[in-house]
């Protein structure tokens, strides 16, 4: 059973950045599709970035386009979201997720592991 640990997150100032750090353990992600999802406070759970296996795929939610990158090393069975630029309304908890069932997508239902989350809180 694949377990997602998410780590990284934190308290900054807007304008700041930070790297999120997605490790699996108990088997290996580097087949599946990975994606970031965020849940902010008082809302849904929302798309935030997605990676095919081979990280030659990418696509971003328009609010972090241009400001988040999604990568991924194979090698170390783990996933980053490195966001610049933050502003307040990036404060969220950050959840990492994977495809087993090879599915790039936005949706979250594509995703079947999912990590506990980390909080990134960002100050005006």
């Known amino acids: 059973q694949v377990q997602l640990v998410e780590s990284g997150g934190g308290l900054v100032q807007a304008g700041d950045s930070l790297r999120l750090s997605c490790a699996a353990s108990g088997g290996t992600i580097g087949s599946w599709p990975m994606g970031w999802f965020r849940r902010a406070p008082g809302k849904e759970r929302q798309f935030v970035a997605r990676?095919?296996?081979?990280?030659?795929?990418?696509d971003y939610a328009d609010s972090v386009k241009g400001r988040f990158t999604i990568s991924r090393d194979n090698g170390k069975n783990t996933v980053y979201l490195q966001m610049d630029s933050l502003n307040p309304e990036d404060t969220a908890v950050y959840y990492c997720?994977?495809?087993?069932?090879?599915?790039?997508?936005?949706?979250?239902?594509?995703?079947?592991?999912w990590g506990q989350g980390t909080q990134v809180t960002v100050s005006s």
């Open positions: 990676i095919n296996r081979s990280g030659s795929t990418t």
């Open positions: 997720a994977a495809s087993s069932t090879f599915l790039l997508s936005t949706d979250q239902g594509a995703y079947d592991y």
